[in-house]
């Protein structure tokens, strides 16, 4: 049986909701999407409020008594959105995954468009806000944010903060997301070697309510910038970057110092007034501070490891007991 678990990250959106869930269930039920699957076809949705102080909570409960595919994940207060999607990750049951935003600006009627791309065979479809309906003062950060993701990770796609995404289970099963790390998610992906693509999809200005996003994200989105690029490229082998930063600092140290001391010895230059020592002396600190930095990350990320570092697409003549060793995605 196929199932599909869409999940809706919600705060304060009480305008929004009831056509919202209409669509959704409307595009539920479209022959269309029926049509991709041979088999059965099921669906939840998983509401996760993210501690909306509106009657956002309310109105889903109410609705639930008589939607019995509808859910809801309530915060006790705002976590934002990157926590509201592992909660929805978390509790999903369906093969499936698909994220949308509560605002009505993303249109569930794409889900089947991306779903059918889905199974041209890749793992992660993201939606594409190829015209963008927002004022300008989201759409040119926006794109600047795309641009430079774009550059440092060399994955070809135009909007990796889409709110509308279609995944396979094993991507959600395997994302390790903190901050506000959803708007890299493409890139946590690719790196785990899951195939990417995207597709242009229909997007609408925001009817009701505001944006829950405003200049503080660029900040933010900076940090999670860098802490992304660091485990991209270095998680599992943090000596590479501190082991490297400290040596070429000590090893620096020690020329410096080096050279002060044969200048004392041979030139009998006096010591104790040359700038120069204290820089010696700082970086020979410093390297000893990074290596020793390095080494507790090597000892951290060999801890910490819960699950195995790889991801499996397949395996092929194992028994169920060996395939659970590796976190086989079946
Ligand atoms: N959202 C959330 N928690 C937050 C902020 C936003 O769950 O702390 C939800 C919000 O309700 C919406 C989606 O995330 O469903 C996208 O937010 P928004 O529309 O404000 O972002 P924008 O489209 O303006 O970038
Ligand atoms: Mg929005």
């Known amino acids: 049986m196929t199932s599909l678990s869409i999940i809706v990250p919600l705060f304060n959106e009480q305008e929004s909701l009831p056509d919202l869930i209409e669509q959704l269930y409307a595009a539920m039920h479209e022959k269309e999407l029926h049509d991709l699957f041979l088999e059965t076809f099921s669906f939840e949705i998983i509401m996760v409020d993210d501690g909306s102080t509106d009657s956002s909570c309310t109105l889903i409960s109410n609705m639930i008594l008589s939607m019995p595919e509808l859910r809801l994940i309530s915060f006790q ?5 990157t926590a509201a999607l592992s909660a929805g990750f978390m509790a999903a049951t369906g093969n499936y995954i698909c994220t949308i935003d509560a605002d009505l600006q993303d249109d569930p009627f794409a889900i089947k468009d991306l779903i059918k791309r889905l199974q041209e065979g890749y793992d992660l479809v993201s939606g594409w806000k190829k015209e ?3 004022p300008i003062s ?5 794109k600047l944010f795309n641009t430079i993701t774009r550059l440092f990770t060399g994955i070809p796609i ?3 903060n889409c709110g509308l995404k279609v995944y396979r289970k094993e991507v959600t099963r395997r994302l ?6 959803h708007r890299y998610i493409p890139v946590l992906a690719e790196w785990m070697g899951f195939k990417i693509t995207e597709l242009p999809v229909r997007h609408q200005a925001r009817k009701f309510g505001t944006t829950k996003y405003n200049a ?4 933010s989105g900076l940090f999670d910038f860098l802490s992304v690029l660091f485990i991209i490229r270095y998680l599992q082998r943090p000596m590479h970057f501190f082991g490297m930063a400290g040596l070429i600092s000590f090893l620096l140290g020690f020329t410096i110092s080096l050279y002060v001391t044969l200048d004392k010895i041979l030139l009998h230059k006096p010591v104790s007034n040359r700038p120069i020592l204290f820089l010696g002396i700082l970086l020979l600190i ?3 501070q ?7 990350g090597e000892m951290l990320s060999t801890s910490s490891s819960k699950e195995s570092s790889f991801a499996v697409r397949e395996t092929l003549n194992l028994t169920s007991g060996q395939v659970g060793k590796f976190s086989n995605p079946n």
Do not use: A, I
């Open 77 to 81: 207060r705002n976590y934002g959105k």
């Open 290 to 296: 990074l290596f020793s930095t390095g080494l507790l």
């Open 132 to 134: 963008r309906k927002d």
């Open 216 to 219: 503080s994200r660029f900040f």
């Open 158 to 160: 135009h909007d990796f």
């Open 176 to 181: 390790e997301l903190r901050g506000d790390m």
């Open 286 to 288: 410093l390297g000893v």
């Open 138 to 142: 989201k759409t040119l950060p926006s």
